[in-house]
Antibody, heavy 120, light 112 residues
């Protein structure tokens, strides 16, 4: 059974940093593309970014609102995905989901999400 | 890169069929048969419902079907049931855009 468990969310002040983790199990993590998707309270789904498998180059891509501030990485030895968030803004307040990602954007499996609140 | 446009809400009575539209551009929906749909009940995690415009993953009811014409994709729910009341999001591949994928704005489905 595929399991994705996010952690690391919390309350942070504007301008601060936070690192989210996503522990994966039940599938071959090292061969998987992964993504982060967020959802602000009462709002729709929004892409944060993606990371390819190491065999496909391990490269990352980011949505415009977070580019230059957020960094996605992975540790295949720990089956864990990370999201480093710097220079946080109040508009980054959202539930952050970790998902598996097919090449053309299908998110077949989702974690339960971890809540990030950016407020002074 | 703008979000795909969906109606804010769609409603129907039990047993009826409803259709949710998802309008993009020639750079995303119109260029690729790579549209997915997600269902999200209140307070729950999104569920993967449709991929490649019209294919259903294992376990998804055949009451859900997808189609596409030009720059607009559609999700049809047949035989509407109370449990179908949820938010629905489309998502399209967008090729070599700033970011390769784009979500829709979301549609609230209400079962009357």
């Amino acid at each position: 059974e595929v399991q994705l468990v996010e952690s690391g969310g919390g309350l942070v002040k504007p301008g601060g940093s936070l690192r989210l983790s996503c522990a994966a199990s039940g599938f071959n993590f090292s061969n998987a593309w992964m993504s982060w998707v967020r959802q602000a309270p009462g709002e729709g789904l929004e892409w944060v970014g993606r990371i390819k498998s190491q065999t496909d180059g391990g490269t990352t891509d980011y949505a415009a609102p977070v580019k230059g501030r957020f960094t996605i990485s992975r540790d295949d030895s720990k089956n864990t995905l990370y999201l480093q968030m710097n220079s946080l803004k109040t508009e980054d307040t959202a539930l952050y989901y970790c998902t598996t990602l097919q090449r053309y954007g299908e998110c077949r499996f989702w974690g339960q999400g971890t809540l990030v609140t950016v407020s002074s | 890169q703008s979000a795909l446009t969906q109606p804010a809400s769609v409603s129907g009575s039990p047993g009826q069929s409803i259709t949710i539209s998802c309008t993009g551009t020639s750079s995303d929906v119109g260029s690729y048969n790579l549209v997915a749909w997600y269902q999200q009940h209140p307070g729950k995690v999104p569920k993967f419902m449709i991929y490649e415009v019209s294919k259903r993953p294992s376990g998804v009811s055949n009451r859900f079907s997808g189609s596409k014409s030009g720059n607009t994709a559609s999700l049809t729910i047949s035989g509407l049931q109370a449990e179908d009341e949820a938010d629905y999001y489309c998502c399209s591949y967008a090729g070599s855009s700033t970011f390769p994928y784009v979500f829709g704005t979301g549609t609230k489905v209400t079962v009357l």
